[in-house]
């Protein structure tokens, strides 16, 4: 699964991470946004201590260079406090562009791992390296927010990802609206959102809302939920 955003930062990374917490089986979260990590400023190691810097998406990347043995993916992954296995990401955008010429390897590790991949891919944007994992995805949520530029940008992004990342295989296509609205406002975004993309004849769907609470983020962000139920 890949999560992404449109423009700016409306919060697919939380979005990402809460997917990761209420997945059943065997997952894994992927921090694969060129422009920088989030996650090991947000998330602790299950030590409670900051997650090193070792290992990360680097050394995976180093790893699934062709010739050698496909990596097995737990191996490159932090336990945190919240239980979700974390492949982070490089802080900086230096490191992060030394990753991205080995991002297709990488997609296809993730492709084949038998649980399930969720990437954090930054911007669903022309130009992203880390599209490449979009495109191997079975399903790709574009977070947005319903405001009048947020709408004003989807009619064009999801025409071009719906093209880069189509598959003729499938019988719809893997790209999925999840808007970002507050609790007021969910009907309403939802609404004008379904408007536009029948009005443009898109198969793109709107496939939920994800609440903006910024309390809720914060007690995520701060340790186990255990402790605050």
Request: with cysteine.
């Amino acid at each position: 699964i890949a999560v992404g955003s449109d423009k700016g930062s409306p919060g697919a990374t939380t979005l990402a991470t809460v997917l990761a917490l209420a997945w059943p089986g065997d997952r894994l979260l992927c921090e694969l946004d060129p422009r920088g990590a989030d996650l090991p400023f947000r998330l602790m190691h299950a030590n409670g201590q900051h997650m090193p810097a070792h290992p990360s998406i680097a050394t995976l990347a180093v790893a699934s260079r062709p010739g050698g043995a496909a990596p097995q993916l737990t191996q490159f992954a932090h336990p945190t406090v919240l239980d979700v296995p974390v492949i982070r990401g490089e802080v900086s955008t230096r490191a992060s562009s030394k990753v991205a010429p080995h991002l297709p390897a990488v997609a296809q590790h993730a492709a084949a791992w038998p649980g399930t991949v969720i990437a954090d891919v930054g911007s669903l944007q022309p130009g992203n390296p880390a599209l490449v994992a979009a495109k191997a995805a079975a399903v790709v949520l574009l977070v947005m927010r319903a405001t009048t530029e947020g709408l004003g940008h989807l009619r064009a992004r999801v025409e071009e990802l719906a093209e880069y990342v189509g598959d003729p295989r499938r019988e719809r296509t893997s790209v999925g609206v999840e808007l970002v609205a507050d609790s007021r406002d969910e009907g309403a975004a939802s609404h004008r959102t379904r408007a536009l993309l029948e009005s443009i004849g898109s198969p793109v769907p709107v496939v939920g809302v994800f609440r903006h609470d910024p309390a809720a983020a914060a007690a995520l962000w701060s340790g186990p939920l255990s402790k605050k139920l």
